[in-house]
């Protein structure tokens, strides 16, 4: 089926992976971007570099935040970690759910624990990483040890998000479908692995174009080198909203 969205609502699903090296490169592209009503991810290369000031200046810009930083430890760690994050007003954040339903629920409580003291105005959304989207079948069974197949493993894995708490996953837009009618219609899903036709693949494995992941049913699209290394960030993301408004 073929949806069809209006730019804003096209927007909103968008969330822009700002992987640059320092704040003033990351803000170089944010410029281009302000007004267009998409989110920005912030990751590990950006956050390890800039922390939590170019979040303060990415807000301040008036975006909303998805800070990935995929925690994966013990659930008192996890616990702490979710009520730091929870404190600096992002609008959602993730964990892996390789570290378990005790590991997820941990870091719910730490939401919860910085909400109940005051420290956050409201919480973000917790969602949980299934299987990189770099990861192929070869690598799961192969290296990773887990049998079957990677949407197996992804399904497995998203129903232990949801019975833990979590608001969603992040998985390839090749699962979806799979997802929802394991978890149902409202449980998220982030899809990265999103390439226009004719991008360049890099790194990733499972790859769908940005019209076949909203029609797919994915909640909230995330798109990096598409966009951000791309001479004209700002034209990049108007082609995609474009081919996303028309049916
Ligand atoms: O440049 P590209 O569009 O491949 O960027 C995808 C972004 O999504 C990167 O920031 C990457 O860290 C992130 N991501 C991913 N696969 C996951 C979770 C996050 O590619 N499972």
């Known amino acids: 089926m073929t949806l069809s969205l209006t730019r804003k609502e096209a927007a909103a699903k968008i969330m822009v992976g700002l992987d640059k090296p320092d704040a003033e490169a990351a803000l170089q592209v944010a410029s281009r971007l302000e007004g267009t009503g998409c989110w920005v991810k912030v990751g590990m290369e950006l956050f390890y570099a800039a922390g939590h ?3 303060r200046e990415l807000k301040k810009i008036g975006f909303k935040i ?18 730091s994050i929870a404190r600096m007003g992002v609008d959602m954040f993730n964990v892996h759910a390789a570290g378990g339903s005790a590991m997820m629920q941990a870091a719910m409580q730490g939401v919860n624990d910085a909400v109940e003291a005051g420290e956050a105005q409201s919480a973000p959304l917790v969602i949980a990483v299934t299987q990189l989207t770099s990861t192929s079948r070869e690598t799961l069974n192969g290296e ?5 197949s990677v949407e197996e493993a992804v399904v497995r894995y998203a129903v232990l998000a949801k ?3 979590l608001q969603g996953v992040v998985a390839s837009p090749l699962e979806v479908e799979a997802i929802k009618a394991a978890c149902g219609e409202g449980f998220l899903t982030v899809t990265p692995g999103i390439r226009p036709a004719g991008a360049a693949l890099g790194d990733q494995a499972r790859v769908t174009t940005p019209r076949e992941a909203v029609d797919g049913g994915t909640d909230y699209l995330v798109i990096g080198r598409p966009i951000v290394a791309e001479p004209d960030p700002a034209q990049a993301l108007e082609s995609i909203l474009k081919e996303l408004t028309e049916s």
């Open 53 to 55: 000031e170019i979040v």
């Open 66 to 83: 998805f800070l990935d930083l995929k925690m994966h430890d013990i659930p008192n760690t996890v616990r702490g970690g979710a009520r």
């Open 144 to 148: 990773i040890g887990i049998a079957g």
């Open 163 to 165: 019975h833990a708490g």
